[in-house]
């Protein structure tokens, strides 16, 4: 299993940044790609930004130039710097790690952290 905590969220007027943080606890040694998801409410979870264990990354064209995902793969982390927010980006924010057991594939969720941007 793996086990994933966040931590960062929180209110923030439009045009300020948040730095969200994810810890990876557990069988790290078997996490390929982790990422951040958002759900607002009345609407379904959707990617945000994924970065591969080569740390090729991946992100949401809604988000492009103003998030980045980074991975430090020696503390097992994951963060995601969110810059020039605007009040859609209000949402809970959800890490997501997947990893490999016996030749299949498996993911985590963390808890979810809520981020709420004023205008």
């Known amino acids: 299993q793996v086990q994933l905590v966040e931590s960062g969220g929180g209110l923030v007027q439009a045009g300020g940044s948040l730095r969200l943080s994810c810890a990876a606890s557990?069988?790290?040694?078997?996490?390929?790609?982790m990422g951040w998801y958002r759900q607002a409410p009345g609407k379904q979870r959707e990617l945000v930004a994924s970065i591969t264990n080569g740390g090729s990354t991946n992100y949401a064209d809604s988000v492009k130039g103003r998030f980045t995902i980074s991975r430090d793969n020696a503390k097992n982390t994951v963060s995601l710097q969110m810059d020039s927010l605007q009040p859609e980006d209000t949402a809970d924010y959800y890490c997501?790690?997947?990893?490999?057991?016996?030749?299949?594939?498996?993911?985590?969720w963390g808890q979810g952290t809520q981020v709420t941007v004023s205008s």
């Open positions: 557990g069988r790290i040694f078997s996490i390929s790609t």
């Open positions: 997501k790690a997947d990893w490999i057991r016996g030749g299949s594939y498996y993911y985590s």
